[in-house]
């Protein structure tokens, strides 16, 4: 139960209105942790779960990717990340 306290508290905030992540940052972490270790970038492009906001992707990342990776990111971390595939992939409004 505590392990998703983190994850339940940046849900309950208030979506932020623009991106706050760095993604160079976010392409490295991409590249480090997630491509070709759980999926290939097509992930991305599936018409059925596509992204429409920052909080939506952060969200994502904390609840399935962090623990498939067995990874504590910080939520900067995860900022960066979700910002680089905003730029990469998803393409929703800042």
Not at 33 to 38: I, N
């Amino acid at each position: 139960m505590w392990k998703w306290l983190p994850a339940l508290l940046f849900l309950a905030a208030p979506a932020q209105a623009a991106l706050d992540g760095d993604a160079q940052n976010g392409k490295k972490l991409y590249k480090q942790y997630c491509a070709g270790q759980c999926h290939t970038a097509s992930v991305h492009k599936r018409e059925d779960v596509r992204a429409t906001n920052q909080a939506e992707v952060v969200a994502w990342i904390q609840r399935q990717c962090t623990q498939a990776m067995a990874q504590n990111l910080s939520i900067q971390e995860i900022e960066d990340l979700a910002t680089y595939l905003n730029e990469a992939y998803y393409h929703y409004d800042k």
